[in-house]
């Protein structure tokens, strides 16, 4: 990926431009440290302050240094709901994630292949749907689950987060099955497979990296939904993280380094799991939306 | 996976398609099994969207709060007493005595907002996808240190912009410590809107660069060497080639861009809890009318929630049709 900039480059490729000016490398290397630097420190800021014992460390992090412990992890993990909000976070995201991605690959599939009478008007609701504003549902949401009793219950945020996910990932899932080739559908036809059996048999393994994508995406959404867990989460122990991680600040008292704790917690495992999955992730939203 | 959903697609069929009558065999078998396959996003989409959409367009005709909905205390249910007002809402809203404070502010700045955010994310989106674009030492190391902010939940950096911008917070100090003024992020209401501003643009630039940089490497290299044969200098080579190479990625990006921005809750909500009236956009006003103030004013709340739907709806029906006149769309 990095060729030895002296070397005379080999391939035609490389002859447009392949070696910058030593000002525009200098430049482009001068931009490119800087723009990394701001977006790492913010986290490195969060980790560093994490190791301060106090909740006003923060204010003097030059005192940080001399006394950093871990103490705001120990305490995090022994005394606060932390595995609860995890264990909330995971079943929302987790049945987010299920229902939404296998709702969405039938649909996908179905406006992918077939131009049937309302084709059209889903593929706009779909569109639409995913441009909601949280505010348009979230009152009539609000009083709908309350009547059902589905305020302060995990199913009732994953019926929500749904709203938005299902849209979504039936868009992403139609782009990546546009570009398996319908001539596949037609053998599956002729081997005298219904539309359904072509569906589950023939496409549906070959479009794992397109679920692999809807899915994480439908994981990483759920995840991290602010909105609708913080207004029908009531009972503490119920938390996601997105909820836990506001109540350590509240009015009267901000516990800014068990916070940051937390948050180093909550992110090491999704950005890792982030760098895993990013180049799939990267290809997919954006055939998924390209192709439409 | 497979539901069963029996649709009535015969009769529409024969309604709407009048096709040679092997044709017609063939496509009733085919909707058939298009209408099981749509069947549950379609309810998903009726009983979650389109029934409480209904319910709060009703709820926008009323006066409904928190204190006059059917609610429970303790053992005692208490019924609803809201009543039927038509169309005072809106009329309140849009032109009532304090239309400009409540929503015609909130209008403005949502705007200016998600038009300052797009353009930022876009161009130093664009600016970083093309320095990461040309051959040179690192990039792989750049790019995964750019995409960062992408990959930690924003819930969580919102966070740890709240610790850096507090008044003694690490922002100021640097700031202080080069001499310039150290401003109050979260107090000011012209900081505050700046503050907004440039944590959502440090939030939505990976993305954006991430989307174009793959625009970009799939733009023909040719193109660049016959455009420089040419004799194109570099901005007519960027305005020729790069900017029309890129130009369906760039429809969507900014399209989900502008729809994300326009909706973003969490970046305003958790940046300032419930303490900064004049940076919420409309999003976040509605919902502090719903749920962030005492009674809760869910008949606002929603009407604002409705209006905010019109708005988008004109938007993605203009923008639908802009895709469709561009026949990027199937």
């Not at chain 1, 397109?210 to 994981?219: E, I």
């Not at chain 2, 900014?254 to 921005?261: A, F, S």
């Amino acid at each position: 990926m990095t060729s030895s900039p002296s070397t005379l480059a080999p391939r035609t490729k490389q002859r447009r431009r392949g070696e910058l000016g030593p000002v525009a490398k200098v430049a482009s290397h001068v931009t490119l440290t800087v723009a990394s630097l701001i977006a790492l420190f913010p986290i490195v800021w969060l980790v560093y302050l994490s190791l301060g014992p106090d909740k006003d460390d923060y204010l003097h992090p030059g005192g940080i240094l001399a006394k950093a412990t871990l103490v705001n992890y120990s305490f995090v993990l022994t005394n606060t709901a932390f595995f609860d909000w995890l264990w909330s976070t995971l079943v929302v995201a987790g049945g987010t994630t299920l229902f939404g991605v296998m709702s969405a690959a039938t649909t996908g599939y179905a406006v992918s292949r077939m131009r049937f009478p309302g084709h059209r008007p889903l593929m706009w609701v779909l569109l639409l749907t995913q441009a909601f504003p949280i505010a348009v549902l979230i009152v009539p949401m609000y009083e709908i689950f309350s009547q059902l009793r589905l305020v302060d219950s995990h199913l009732g945020l994953i019926l929500v987060n749904c709203t938005t996910i299902v849209p979504y990932c039936s868009w992403l899932l139609k782009g990546y099955f546009d570009t398996i080739p319908i001539e596949l559908d037609e053998a599956g036809m002729i081997d005298g497979l219904t539309p359904f059996g072509t569906f589950w048999r023939l496409i549906l393994p070959l479009a794992r990296p397109g679920l692999a994508v809807a899915a994480f995406y439908a994981f990483i959404t759920a995840f991290a939904e602010v909105a609708f867990a913080s207004t029908f989460l009531l009972d503490d122990s119920k938390y996601t993280f997105a909820v836990g991680l506001q109540s350590f600040i509240s009015e009267h008292d901000a516990q800014w380094n068990l916070m940051a704790a937390t948050a180093v917690l909550i992110a090491i495992p999704v950005t890792a799991f982030f760098y895993l999955v990013q180049r799939h992730v990267v290809t997919g939203l954006t055939a998924g939306s390209v192709k439409g | 996976m497979t539901l069963t959903a029996p649709a009535p697609a015969a009769a529409e069929n024969r309604r709407r398609a009048p096709r040679p009558v092997q044709r017609m065999r063939d496509s009733y078998r085919r909707y058939w099994y298009a209408y099981a396959m749509v069947a549950p996003v379609v309810l998903v989409l009726g009983l979650l969207v389109g029934y409480p959409l209904a319910r709060g367009f009703y709820l926008t005709l009323t006066d409904a709060n928190s204190l006059n909905s059917a609610r429970t205390i303790g053992v005692n249910t208490i019924d609803a007493t809201y009543k039927f007002i038509g169309l005072d809402n809106y009329a309140e809203i849009l032109w009532g005595p304090s239309a400009y404070d409540r929503f015609w502010s909130h209008f403005v700045w949502t705007i200016v907002w998600t038009a300052t955010c797009v353009v930022l994310h876009y161009v130093i989106g664009l600016v970083l996808a093309m320095l990461l674009n040309q051959r040179m030492r690192g990039r792989v190391a750049y790019r995964l240190l750019l995409i960062l902010p992408w990959a930690v939940p924003t819930f969580v950096t919102v966070f740890a912009w709240r610790i850096m911008l507090a008044d003694a917070g690490v922002i100021n100090s640097m700031l202080g410590s080069i001499g310039l003024m150290e401003p109050s992020w979260l107090e000011d209401p012209t900081w505050q809107r700046t503050a907004a501003i440039m944590v959502n643009t440090w939030c939505g630039v990976p993305f954006m660069m991430i989307s174009l940089l793959g625009g970009l490497q799939s733009i023909d290299e040719n193109l660049y060497e016959a455009a420089e044969i040419d004799g194109a200098s570099a901005w007519q080579r960027f305005r020729h080639v790069t900017l029309p190479g890129l130009s369906s990625v760039s429809s969507t990006v900014v399209l989900l861009g502008v729809i994300w921005t326009f909706n973003q809750f969490a970046i305003i909500f958790l940046l300032f809890g419930n303490t900064a009236p004049d940076a919420q956009i409309l999003v976040t006003w509605a919902y502090r009318l719903g749920f962030g103030q005492q009674p809760r004013d869910f008949a606002m709340s929603a009407a604002y929630g409705v209006l905010l739907l019109a708005i988008l709806i004109v938007f993605t029906s203009f923008y639908y049709r802009w895709l469709k006149r561009n026949d990027q769309l199937a």
